[in-house]
């Protein structure tokens, strides 16, 4: 009955938009399916539950690591994000995705590009 729900729910096309500023121009993925999602307790410089999301077929770039992005608990819409972050995973359903590509954006848990989700949605 679970796994009806999540293809269900899957199969609907949605938008979630991640609350926060931004001041600098966003970039998209589009129609990747996600390899990847961790979820952190505690790091070094943060507060614990950050979420990142690994996406296939992304290669590095000057404004991103290969393929990785992140939201933070803190953020409005956390719940709803990862809720749909996980049920495209465990489904293998795509995504589109757009982050924000100033540096300041990126995850404080590393030095490298990790860069912050603006919005995702779901490929139909």
């Known amino acids: 009955m679970k796994i ?9 096309s949605f ?10 121009p966003q970039d998209v993925v589009g129609a990747r399916k ?6 952190y307790n505690t790091y ?12 296939e077929g992304v290669t590095g770039s000057t404004n991103t690591s290969p393929g990785y992005f992140w939201i933070s608990k803190s ?4 719940a709803s994000t990862l809720s749909l972050l996980e049920t495209a995973f465990s489904t293998g359903q795509k995504i589109n995705l757009n982050f924000d590509t ?6 404080p ?5 990790v860069q912050k989700i603006y919005y995702i949605s779901v490929v139909p």
């Open 44 to 55: 070094p410089t943060g507060t614990g539950g950050d979420v990142t999301v690994k996406l």
């Open 4 to 12: 009806n729900r999540l293809i269900s729910l899957a199969a609907t």
């Open 102 to 107: 100033d540096p300041s954006a990126r995850w």
């Open 34 to 39: 996600i390899t990847e999602i961790m979820i």
């Open 75 to 78: 953020d409005g819409g956390y």
């Open 15 to 24: 938008v979630v938009l991640v609350s926060t500023t931004f001041s600098a």
């Open 109 to 113: 848990g590393t030095s490298g590009y």
